[in-house]
Structure formats: structure tokens, C-alpha cells
């Protein structure tokens, strides 16, 4: 089971998903893979690609609790009463697929955005 959190300072609910977290996680990290760019939070391999690239933002005291698409603006205003905002990370497209079946799952991770040059 996904954990469904409320949280006050939220409107919508946060979604808890550090059960998906690799337990190679650590090992991952420590692999240096040849022009990554970004580290993914749940399996820690290296992502090469900017279009492999996802954004998730969390808060309520740990990295994994996802927060609303609709509310990141406000989570990264000084508006935001959460002392246990974390912030954006990263997550690999192998990963995104991992978490597909958890309901509004894609309202909570951003799509890799073209770059613009
Ligand atoms: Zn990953």
C-alpha cells in the first residue's frame, strides 16, 4: 500500500512512495556513470539524458513525500509553512514507470521539459 498523507499545509495530499526506494540505492550512488547529469532519488543511478529526466518536489520531512504539481509554486514561496520541505529531485524514466499504477500518480511528477537553447 502507497501512504496517502495529509498535511496542513497542503491542500492536496502528499503520496509517500520511499517504499519504492532501491534498496541498491546506496550502491548506485557510488557508480559513476559517464555523463550523468542528474542522480535519480529512488534507484540512485546516474540519468544521462535531459529527456529521461523527471521532477518531483517534496515535503512534510522526507524526500519521497510527494507534493501536488498544482501546489510546487506555493511550496517554494516563502508562503509555505512546511519547516520539512525538501525541495526538487530528480527521477529516471525506469523509475517513473515503477510508481505508474499508484492513482493521480501524474499529478505529481513532472515530465521531462524540452531544453531550451
Ligand atoms: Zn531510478
Same mark, same amino acid.
Not at 534498496?23 to 542522480?39: D, F, M, Q, S
Not at 525506469?94 to 505508474?100: G, I, S, T, Y
Given at each position: 500500500?502507497?501512504?496517502i498523507n495529509k498535511n496542513?499545509n497542503y491542500k492536496n495530499p502528499l503520496i @509517500? ?42 515535503g ?6 510527494l507534493i501536488h504539481k498544482d501546489e510546487w @509554486?506555493y511550496a ?5 509553512? @512546511? ?21 493521480n500518480?501524474?499529478n505529481y ?9
Open positions: 500500500m502507497t501512504n496542513e @509517500d512512495v520511499g517504499e519504492y526506494k532501491s534498496e541498491h540505492y546506496e550502491k548506485n550512488l557510488n557508480i559513476n556513470t559517464p555523463g550523468a547529469v542528474y542522480e535519480c532519488i529512488i534507484c540512485g543511478k546516474g540519468i544521462k539524458h535531459s529527456s529521461k529526466h523527471h521532477t518531483i518536489v517534496a512534510g520531512g522526507h524526500e519521497m513525500n @509554486d517554494e514561496s516563502i508562503e509555505n509553512k @512546511d519547516g520539512g520541505f525538501m525541495g526538487a529531485f530528480d527521477i529516471g524514466s525506469e523509475c517513473v514507470r515503477k510508481l505508474k499504477h499508484i492513482p500518480i501524474k511528477i513532472r515530465k521531462p521539459t524540452k531544453e531550451v537553447k
